[in-house]
């Protein structure tokens, strides 16, 4: 059996590269028995679809697999939309077995890129993952594919494209047979999402400022000091992927707008009180009450979990504004006139 979706982690480089959208992937293959082997431990279901190809087209796709096992051939560069895993799977069996007539597949109305990977990952319960994609993935992921373009990004559409699809002398799927099959997947966390994370937070902060002592005070400032330096390197990630990563997956992201760059130099003044300060939490508040507002319409669709970690940004600058405004500004006594 082979498999599009194989990637070398142990390059010390590996991770950056990832990073920067340089993703090498690679075509394995194992035997029947391995490969269930390994999707029984993981616990994952295997559905088998029997293809209607004459003898001819099936020596075709087996020598053209074969071919890409090769060593200088089975390596290509991974790009998260137009050749991925599925991409390369689903366009070697349908370059061997033409011609071919696929129908609609996608919903009314049609889905987007993200919206077919929230499908995806909520059925597994992975919620953070999810949280993960929608914050570093932008705009271009809220993007509706054509019929074609969503049968060849994800496994689930390439299999169900392949049901609708018709062939010379009838449908291409002949028989579909599950393999493996279990009454439950070892999905995330049900209860520890994301929202509720920053609801955590959110009460933490509270039951802080309910305790009138000089220590609260100081843990209150450390916490700002860490959400703020925590929101401003992820701004920081988020603007290197932007700007450097080689394909267009991260661009145009407007979660940079509460992940803000600009809070890892912002901290470094929080214990100094300058006056400019108070005006930058204000802005930081003004910020993310907007995207809150307009959270159901602006053109990127954020996590349902931002919105919590919005009030959390709101509260938590709107206080660092009051407290700077109200800070005691401490002036030199003036000299005694002469007489």
Known sequence: ????????DSDPLFYFHFTNGIMVYSLSASTYADFMLEYEYDHRAVVAQSLNLTCDQKKSLYEALRQNTTEENRFYNYQFYADNCTTR???IIASHSQPLQTGNILPNPSPTYRRMIHI???????????????????????????????MYFLPDYLMNGFDHTQTSTGPLVLKKET???????????????????????IVL?????????????KALQIFDITLFTLLGLIGLIMLYVW???????????????????????????IKKNPVCLKYYFLITACLSAILLIGFAWWPQQMNSAVRVLLLLIIFRSLLQFIKLKNAKIHFAPAAEPRI
């Open 1 to 8: 059996l082979d498999n599009y979706g194989t990637f070398d």
């Open 89 to 91: 799977a689903g366009k």
């Open 120 to 150: 995806y990952l909520d059925r597994q319960r992975q919620y953070w993952p999810e949280f993960g994609i929608d914050m570093l993935l932008g705009a271009n992921l809220d993007q509706q594919p054509n019929n074609e373009q969503a």
């Open 179 to 201: 393999l493996l099959k279990f009454p439950e997947t070892r999905a995330g966390s049900v209860w520890f999402t994301p929202a509720l994370f920053f609801c955590l937070i």
């Open 205 to 217: 902060s509270v039951l802080l400022m309910l305790k009138k002592k000089k220590t609260t005070r």
């Open 243 to 269: 700007i450097f990563r080689v394909d267009e997956v991260c661009r145009n992201n407007i979660n940079i707008f509460w992940a803000l760059p600009t809070h890892v130099a912002a901290v470094f003044f």
